[in-house]
């Protein structure tokens, strides 16, 4: 089983539209989860970290099932500028707290 | 402040030959990493320097692949005898230790 692990079928969904990514991880005691955005050619950015009782950050919400070892991204009223590939990341929790990513998932918005 | 630099921002070489490339973290961050990322592909993660402590190499794809750090500052990834499946950009990002990770813009490498 991969340690961190994404659906890499792309979504491709019109303006407005409600998008869920899921992201299962293997290590029961990883502490620390994010999502990161990845626009073409460039390189990745924050974009939630998140926490035990759940974020949320405008149209963006985060969750965190421990007892699933899964976390979540909700994107509400999608915009043609959230295209992009949605990158999962969870510290190994480890001596060394190694950060350990997601292929990602392909996010398309269309007029 | 400054985020994490990278330099140089392209890179063009010659099969064979060996290349050196530069990152500049954000100060007073302890973690360090470098990935390689394939035109299309997820991010591959070739190395990781934490504070004092030895290098997780556990990434790097062989030999010809190495990389330094001194102290908590400048990093260089050195790549030997460059063959054309190296051709990809290098991210670098760091971190305060096992927290949000900062990337640079990024070496785009391209080995004829």
């Known amino acids: ?111 | 402040g400054a985020g994490v630099s990278q330099s140089p921002s392209n890179k063009v070489t010659e099969k064979g030959k060996d290349v050196e490339l530069r990152c500049d973290p954000i100060s007073g961050h302890t973690a360090l990493y470098w990935y390689r990322q394939r035109l299309g592909q997820g991010l591959e993660f070739l190395i990781y320097f934490q504070g004092n402590s030895a290098p997780d190499k556990s990434g790097l794809p062989s030999d010809r692949f190495s990389a330094e750090r001194t102290g908590e500052s400048v990093s260089t990834l050195t790549i030997q005898r460059t063959q054309q499946e190296d051709s990809a950009v290098y991210l670098c990002a760091s971190s305060p230790m096992g927290d949000t990770q900062y990337f640079g813009p990024g070496t785009r490498l391209t080995v004829l």
């Open chain 1, 1 to 111: 089983r991969k340690e961190v692990e994404q659906d890499p079928r792309p979504f491709n969904v019109p303006e407005g539209a409600t998008v869920a990514f899921n992201c299962t991880y293997s290590n029961s005691a990883s502490q620390s989860f994010f999502w990161y955005r990845q626009d073409c050619r460039k390189e990745p950015k924050l974009l939630m970290s998140v926490y035990s009782s759940g974020n949320e950050d405008g149209r963006f919400t985060a969750q965190l099932n421990r007892a699933s070892q899964y976390i979540s991204l909700l994107i509400r009223d999608s915009k043609l500028s959230d295209s992009a590939t949605y990158l999962c990341v969870v510290n190994n929790a480890g001596n060394n707290r190694k950060l350990i990513w997601g292929l990602g998932t392909s996010l398309a918005v269309n007029p």
